[in-house]
C-alpha cells in the first residue's frame, strides 16, 4: 500500500468549528424566541381564562406555563451543550439536552393531572362560562403563533440535531391540537352549547398532553441510557468506510451513541502490520473528517488494529506481509473452497 497524505485537514477542521459554532448560535435565538412567545400566551390565556370562568382556557393557560418553563429550561440546556469539554466533563456537556427533555416530559405530565383535576371538579359542580367570544379570540391568537414558532423550532432542531428544541416543538405542536379543541369549544359555547362542553374539552387537552409526555420521555430516554444511533446514522458511517476500504483492511467494534446535539463513534480500523503507524494514523484521520462531514457534530475515536489472520478476507493483491507466508489471498481461498465442494472426499 503506498503512501497516503490527506490534504486540507486544517481547512475542514476550521470549517467544521464554525459551523458548530453557527448550529448553536442557530439553537440559542430559537430557544429564547420560545420563551416570548410562551409568555406572551400564558398572560393572555390567563387574564381571559379568569375572566371568563373558563377552566379550558385556563387549562391552555397552565398547558402555555409549562411550555413556557419548558423553554426556559431548554434555553439552559443548550446554552450549555454548546461548551467545550472540561475537567469535569470530559466527553462534552450534549447530556444536558437528554436530560432537560426528562425533566420537561415530567413537567408535563404534571400539567395534566392538575388540568384533569380542575375539569373533573367543574363537572362535578357545574359553572357557566362568560364572554365566549374573547375565548374564541385567544385560542385563535394562541394556534396561529404556535403553529409559526414550532415549525420554527422544529426546523431548527433538525438543522442542529436540537434535542431540547424538538422537545419544546413537540409541546408547542401538541398546543396547537389543544388549542383547537378549546377554541371549538369556545364557539359552540358562544352559540348556547352545553356548559359541560368546556371542563370536557379540559380533560381531552389533558389526554394529549400525557401521550406527549410519553414520547417525549421515550426518546430522550434512549441516549440516556446510551441507545445506537438511528439505523440511516448508521448506513452513513459504513458507506464512508466502504468507500475507502483499498486504504484499510477492515474494520469492527463499531460503536455509537448520542449525547444531546452530539453523535459519539468509536471503532477499530484494521491496518498491514509492516505499515507506518504516521501512514495508518493519517488515513485514520481522514476517515474521520469524512464522518464527520457525513454526521456533523460527531466525536470519534478510531483505535488501529494490526490485521490477524484476515489474508483471506482481504481484497489486495499486493501486501508484503502476506507474500513468502504462503497465505492465500480472498480470490486463492474462494477456488479453493470452491474445490473442495466439488471433491469433498479430496479424489
Not at 426556559?72 to 466527553?91: C, F, G, W
Amino acid at each position: 500500500m503506498g503512501t497516503y497524505m490527506p490534504t486540507g485537514m486544517a481547512s475542514k477542521h476550521t470549517t467544521q468549528t464554525s459551523t458548530f459554532e453557527e448550529m448553536g448560535r442557530k439553537r440559542r435565538v430559537a430557544a429564547r424566541a420560545s420563551v416570548v412567545s410562551n409568555t406572551s400566551l400564558v398572560v393572555g390565556k390567563l387574564i381571559v381564562g379568569i375572566m371568563m370562568s373558563s377552566v379550558a382556557v385556563i387549562s391552555e393557560a397552565i398547558h402555555s406555563g409549562i411550555d413556557l418553563v419548558a423553554a426556559v429550561i431548554a434555553v439552559y440546556a443548550v446554552s450549555q451543550s454548546a461548551k467545550p469539554p472540561d475537567e469535569d466533563h470530559l466527553y462534552g456537556h450534549g447530556k444536558f439536552e437528554d436530560v432537560s427533555g426528562t425533566v420537561e416530559a415530567a413537567l408535563i405530565l404534571v400539567a395534566a393531572i392538575v388540568i384533569v383535576w380542575e375539569a373533573a371538579k367543574r363537572l362535578m359542580h357545574g359553572g357557566e362560562v362568560a364572554m365566549p367570544l374573547a375565548g374564541v379570540a385567544i385560542m385563535a391568537l394562541s394556534v396561529g403563533l404556535n403553529i409559526a414558532v414550532s415549525r420554527y423550532l422544529f426546523k431548527v432542531a433538525r438543522e442542529t440535531a436540537s434535542v431540547a428544541l424538538e422537545a419544546d416543538a413537540l409541546h408547542l405542536s401538541t398546543d396547537v391540537w389543544t388549542s383547537l379543541g378549546v377554541l371549538g369549544a369556545m364557539i359552540l359555547l358562544a352559540f348556547k352549547g352545553p356548559w359541560w362542553i368546556d371542563p370536557a374539552v379540559a380533560i381531552g387537552v389533558a389526554v394529549l398532553i400525557m401521550y406527549a409526555a410519553y414520547e417525549l420521555t421515550r426518546r430522550t430516554l434512549k441516549d440516556l441510557v446510551d441507545a445506537p444511533l438511528p439505523e440511516e446514522d448508521l448506513r452513513a458511517i459504513r458507506d464512508v468506510l466502504d468507500e475507502h476500504k483499498e486504504m484499510h483492511i477492515g474494520f469492527d467494534a463499531l460503536r455509537t451513541r448520542r449525547a444531546g446535539p452530539e453523535r459519539h463513534i468509536d471503532m477499530h480500523l484494521h491496518f498491514p502490520p509492516s505499515m507506518p503507524v504516521a501512514e495508518a494514523h493519517d488515513i485514520a484521520h481522514h476517515v474521520q473528517l469524512e464522518i464527520e462531514t457525513s454526521l456533523p457534530r460527531s466525536v470519534i475515536l478510531i483505535h488501529l488494529e494490526p490485521c490477524d489472520e484476515e489474508c483471506h478476507a482481504c481484497d489486495k493483491e499486493v501486501c508484503t506481509d502476506r507474500d513468502g507466508t504462503g497465505a492465500m489471498t480472498k480470490a486463492e481461498a474462494e477456488a479453493e473452497l470452491a474445490k473442495e465442494s466439488l471433491d469433498p472426499g479430496g479424489h
